[in-house]
């Protein structure tokens, strides 16, 4: 059946015809005359439309399709819906509604999409909300800039609700996800990192302190990271001169009263460790697992002068060659060393006392990395010694004040004094030599880590596998300051720091809980390749025939599977706006 058109006496006329086949012969019947076409045109339109509605279709014209700009709306989908399932959406309305005339769950959701998916400033997400579609949030494009001026007052006081319930929510949190993931609390990851401000900074906590950042002349925070199978379940703020050390007390009492994890194993790295704080989880009845100094460390001196055997290999951390990637060979020994059961246990410091246990590790391929770094920056020094001592024989130093001051900064770049010694003997005399002493312990130390613990049940390989889960935090923190932008800070109230940290962190949550689910769906993907292929699922708001909608581009199979391992089905392709 078609539409067919008969030229008749210079008019156009419309019939719909079928074809047949009848005695052998192909021929066509008329099923119905529908007039002259420029006389019926209106009439043509309404018969149409009549027809798609008794099978319940709708059809438009190209002239009656308004479609505006789209929005990224695929990792919003996704987030939201992972945002509502930890419990955040219900336990900010419960919070917010006690007293807070401004702040809304809906502002503090906002602030965590944005992270996950291009950060902003509280300025910058009005130009990101743009571009977005987020369901329930009325969103004016032109503001004011009075306008502009209430609504980040509205995100400002956000954040100060959020501070204010900020320990409640966290431990609500906690349990929530424990009971979602069935988290076994047995297990305990936490390290530190810092992150700086541009300005002073709150008073408070805004300190001069050693910078992971590079950022020696910015002032700065501490934040440490708790972290258990993989999920960041808290976080603590500490002033930017706090030494790692002097953090542990503070959250091992936080873990006992706030989370109740009286029984568990605190994983930590060097930074931390001390006879006090090694006595003071003992004494909590925690067991642990530390590395210790590799430096200016008795029992790490001691460790490195045992040799390791092929008996000492573990299989499961090592990597083998292949012909596409010939640097990938690695060999992962691991011995115990030391501890009260030890020949000569009393000279074993940390490690002498009854049931601590000392490991020793070593990865060849970071041996030979560090080895060839090694070499790099002592050639480096080098050159730059020679070049003073040049200067000082051509006579453009010659007091021992100018000399000396040159060659400390020389030797505090690039690690120089574990390389190098010098000498300033009288008025313009100048000389160094290699430290073979310290180079020689530096090339001992190549690869090597040792390990400290107290729990007596863990196989040495146990112990490693358990430590080197610490490295996911370490990814945390660059999640948290390359992807989800913690850094730089310009807040300058205390409260307000807080809380910026607590969104990253949310969202930081928000990842790891995707991670996993696609994980879990075997779907080979990282949670930012999965929320960048997300973004190619846009909304497009359309106006069709006076009527406003809400059309969601096609989805590819790769998002199909992605929304599929969250739980999510595909979204509807039309959605009509109601009382638009």
């Not at 297990?187 to 001069?208: C, H, M, N, R």
């Not at 989880?281 to 590799?294: M, P, S």
């Not at 809980?513 to 993907?525: F, N, P, R, S, T």
Request: proline content about 2%; aromatic content about 10%; charged content about 35%.
């Amino acid at each position: 059946m078609f539409i067919r058109t008969v030229e008749t006496k210079g008019e156009t006329y419309v019939r719909i015809v079928e074809n047949l086949y009848i005695n052998g012969k192909h021929t066509q019947r008329t099923i119905a005359n529908l007039g002259n076409l420029k006389l019926q045109k209106e009439n043509l339109i309404k018969i149409i439309y009549g027809l798609k509605k008794l099978v319940h279709e709708q059809l438009y014209s190209p002239d009656e399709i308004d479609p505006e700009a789209g929005l990224e709306y695929g990792s919003i989908y996704v987030a939201e819906k992972l945002w509502e399932e930890v419990g955040l959406k219900n336990m900010l309305e419960k919070y917010f509604s006690k007293g807070a005339k401004t702040a809304k769950e809906i502002y503090a959701k906002v602030m965590v999409l944005n992270r996950l998916s291009e950060p902003k400033s509280k300025l910058g997400i009005f130009r990101w909300l743009e571009n977005v579609w987020i369901d329930g949030l009325e969103f004016k494009k032109e503001l004011t800039k009075e306008e502009s001026k209430k609504l980040v007052e509205i995100f400002y006081k956000t954040l100060d609700y959020i501070e204010k319930f900020k320990e409640k929510l966290e431990k609500e949190l906690y349990y929530n996800i424990r009971n979602l993931f069935s988290l076994k609390v047995d297990i305990v990851f936490y390290d530190l990192t810092s992150t700086y401000f541009e300005g002073e900074g709150p008073e408070e906590i805004a300190k001069l302190g050693k910078s992971r950042d590079s950022k020696s002349r910015n002032k700065q925070i501490i934040i440490g990271l708790i972290m258990c199978a993989g999920l960041p379940i808290g976080h603590h703020i500490f002033e930017g001169n706090r030494a790692d050390k002097k953090t542990v007390e503070e959250v091992v009492e936080d873990l006992r009263a706030r989370f109740e994890i009286n029984r568990c194993i605190f994983v930590g790295d060097r930074g931390i460790v001390s006879k006090k704080v090694i006595e003071f989880l003992e004494d909590k009845e925690y067991e642990y697992i530390v590395a210790l100094r590799r430096r200016r460390s008795l029992e790490t001196a001691k460790a490195i002068e045992i040799e390791l055997t092929e008996a000492d290999r573990i299989a499961e951390f090592s990597k083998e060659a292949t012909i596409t990637n010939p640097d990938k060979e690695e060999n992962f020994y691991a011995k115990e060393v030391g501890g009260a059961d030890a020949v000569g246990a009393d000279e074993w410091g940390l490690a002498s006392k009854e049931g601590r246990r000392l490991i020793l590790c070593l990865n060849s391929k970071r041996a030979k990395e560090e080895a060839i770094k090694r070499a790099e920056k002592i050639a480096k020094v080098k050159e730059e010694l020679e070049e003073l001592a040049e200067s000082v024989k051509n006579g453009n130093r010659v007091t021992e004040k100018p000399i000396t001051e040159r060659a400390t900064r020389i030797l505090s770049h690039h690690n120089g004094s574990r390389y190098f010694r010098y000498r300033v003997s009288g008025k313009g005399k100048f000389s160094f030599e290699e430290n073979e002493e310290k180079l020689e312990y530096e090339k001992k130390l190549d690869g090597k880590f040792v390990l400290l613990t107290n729990n007596k049940l863990f196989p040495v390989k146990e112990i490693v596998k358990t430590y080197k889960e610490l490295s996911e935090i370490e990814m945390a923190f660059k999640e948290l300051k390359d992807f989800l932008r913690i850094r730089p800070i310009y807040h300058y109230r205390e409260k307000r720091v807080r809380s910026h940290v607590v969104i990253c962190v949310w969202a930081y949550l928000l990842e790891k809980i995707l991670e996993q689910k696609l994980k879990g769906a075997q779907l080979d993907i990282s949670a930012r390749e999965a929320l960048k292929s997300l973004g190619k699922i846009r909304m497009i708001p359309t106006k069709l025939a006076g009527k406003q909608f809400l059309y969601t581009t096609k989805l590819d199979w790769k998002n199909s599977k992605i929304l599929k391992a969250v739980g999510l089905s595909d979204p509807p392709r039309l959605i009509e706006v109601k009382n638009h």
